[in-house]
């Protein structure tokens, strides 16, 4: 239920929030990597499969995008 909350709010019409409900998930989501990473043996992101780098690399650009939106 709570996974599909940004596609029911996007059909209500509040596009804005559904964004912002996907940005939220995907700060916390590269938050949380931030303190996994040191916990890991080895690269974290070494261990991503290759059919998922792309979508691992869209992800940490739109959050990028968000800090560097943040900083101006």
Do not use: C, I, K, W
Not at 35 to 64: I, K, R, W
């Amino acid at each position: 239920m709570v996974t599909t909350l940004p596609e029911a709010t996007a059909r209500l019409g509040a596009v804005d929030l559904a964004l912002g409900n996907v940005l939220g998930s995907v700060m916390f989501n590269t938050f949380l990597l931030s303190y996994a990473d040191p916990l890991f043996p080895g690269p974290l992101l070494a261990q991503v499969e290759g059919s998922h780098l792309f979508s691992v690399l869209v992800l940490l650009g739109m959050a990028g995008t968000v800090l560097t939106g943040l900083m101006y």
